[in-house]
């Protein structure tokens, strides 16, 4: 299975752009990046997901890399409520599907 | 209602007691997922599940037991529950393809004395 390395904590002051780098440096090439952020105690909850393309939706833009060993997850405006763990996630094809979790990194956004 | 619901949300049970966590979906997603998280500690996969009676094993698998009967339904099995299930419990379900999202349950928080 792919692995990510994510940083366990950064800051960001409320209202700048939030950037979460994670790195997938054996992701194969039919695998998507995916991100889940987690507030408080709550069930993660999907933010984005990517192949090779930029994305953005409503609520983050994602970069990946032309080698697809990294990536970035953005957000663009960050709020208090955005504060919470954010997991980066290669999903597994090979076989089963498997979901798993890293350790994420703990995103505090400081008024 | 539509969605992915667990029950029970809190249940305190003792040492050596069997106790079944449920988990429900309303989506007939194939994949279903059952996680532990413990206090201060991202998400372990216990046991995951491909499609009804297709079950398999992830990261911390020892100790629980599942079964998938009907696409709609996940339950995780404590057999001799020990103190060191105490944990918050959540499960999961998505589709098929790699390229949908994974929606989750509420948890359930489990403590064993």
């Known amino acids: 299975d792919a692995k990510t390395t994510q940083p366990p904590s950064m800051d960001c002051a409320e209202g700048r752009a939030a950037n979460l780098p994670c790195n997938h440096s054996?992701?194969?090439?039919?695998?998507?990046v995916y991100w889940y952020r987690q507030i408080h105690s709550q069930g993660p909850q999907y933010i984005i997901h990517g192949l090779k393309n930029n994305e953005t939706n409503e609520m983050a833009s994602l970069i990946i890399t032309e080698d697809r060993k990294s990536s970035t997850l953005i957000l663009p405006h960050a709020t208090l409520r955005d504060t919470a763990v954010y997991y980066c996630i290669v999903r597994v094809i090979q076989g089963a599907q498997k979901l798993v979790f890293g350790q994420g990194t703990r995103l505090t956004i400081n008024p | 209602d539509a969605g992915i619901t667990q029950s029970p949300r809190y249940k305190i049970t003792e040492t050596g007691r069997q106790v079944t966590l449920m988990c429900h979906q309303t989506w007939s997603h194939s994949y279903m997922f059952w996680y532990r998280q413990d206090l201060g500690h991202g998400l372990r996969l216990i046991y995951y599940s491909a499609a009804a009676d297709i079950t398999d094993k992830g990261e911390v698998p020892d100790g629980y037991v599942v079964s998938r009967s009907k696409t709609e339904n996940f339950p995780l099995t404590l057999e001799s529950a020990t103190r060191s299930q105490t944990s918050v419990y959540f499960c999961a379900s998505s589709g098929r393809t790699e390229n949908t999202e994974a929606f989750f349950g509420q948890g359930t928080r489990l403590t064993v004395v």
């Open positions: 054996t992701i194969s090439g039919n695998e998507y």
